[in-house]
């Protein structure tokens, strides 16, 4: 059973930082696709950024500029820069991962809130 542990959310004020982090049990070379997902309150799961095993990566429009992915292969870990916190980037983000045979891992998530 592959464990993704996430860490580093918290609250934050319109402006602020935070990065969050994400730890699979599965090592790096076992996967092609590292995401972050994230889900507010009575919306759907949407997708924020991923980055492959070769190192590209995408964000979605509404972070772009302002929230980066990137990992750590030493750590076997990966981040979400997350800059210039809105309040509608509130809500709990899932990491996931997903292996060379097409199996998909999620994280516990973990809350962010940006209030003012």
């Known amino acids: 059973q592959v464990e993704l ?3 580093g959310g918290g609250l934050v004020q319109p402006g602020g930082s935070l990065r969050l ?3 699979p049990s599965i090592s790096f070379f076992r996967l092609s696709y590292m995401r972050w997902y994230r889900q507010a309150p009575g919306k759907e799961r949407e997708f924020v950024a991923s980055i492959t095993n070769v190192g590209i990566s995408d ?5 772009k500029g302002r929230f ?3 990992r750590d292969n030493a750590k076997n870990t990966f ?3 997350m800059n210039s916190l809105k309040l509608e980037d509130t809500a ?13 891992y999620w994280g516990q998530g973990t809350q962010v809130s940006v209030f003012s």
């Open 5 to 7: 542990v996430e860490s």
């Open 21 to 23: 982090s994400c730890t």
């Open 92 to 104: 709990v983000y899932y990491c996931n991962v997903e292996s060379h045979l097409g199996e998909g």
């Open 68 to 70: 980066a992915i990137s």
């Open 59 to 63: 964000h979605s429009d509404s972070v």
């Open 79 to 81: 981040f979400l820069q």
